[in-house]
């Protein structure tokens, strides 16, 4: 059974930095292409960036220069580095590998 479990999220200043993480259990991520998502209250659930089997990671323009995703093999996990937040990150992210996903954690960014 794979299971997914983001965890990193708070709350941090505008222009503060966070760093997620996505536990994977049941599945080896350096095999698999994976996603972080986010959704805001009330909006749809976005890609915001990935990471491919091969490593080579793909960012949204949202993401672009700010996000960082990368992978640690030896724990399984795969993390987005965000720094220089802004309100309008403020969502619950989520990871995903395939058709499953984890519970998402909660980022919100106000003064």
């Known amino acids: 059974q794979v299971q997914l479990e983001e965890s990193g999220g708070g709350l941090v200043q505008p222009g503060g930095s966070l760093r997620l993480s996505c536990s994977a259990s049941?599945?080896?991520?350096?095999?698999?292409?994976m996603g972080w998502y986010r959704q805001p209250p009330g909006k749809q659930r976005d890609l915001v960036a990935g990471?491919?089997?091969?490593?080579?990671?793909v960012y949204t323009d949202s993401a672009k220069g700010r996000f960082t995703v990368f992978r640690d093999s030896a724990k399984n996990t795969v993390y987005l580095q965000m720094n220089s937040l802004q309100p309008e990150d403020s969502a619950v992210y989520y990871c995903s590998i395939g058709d499953t996903w984890g519970q998402g954690t909660l980022v919100t960014i106000s003064s």
């Open positions: 049941g599945i080896i991520v350096s095999n698999n292409p």
């Open positions: 990471i491919a089997r091969d490593g080579r990671p």
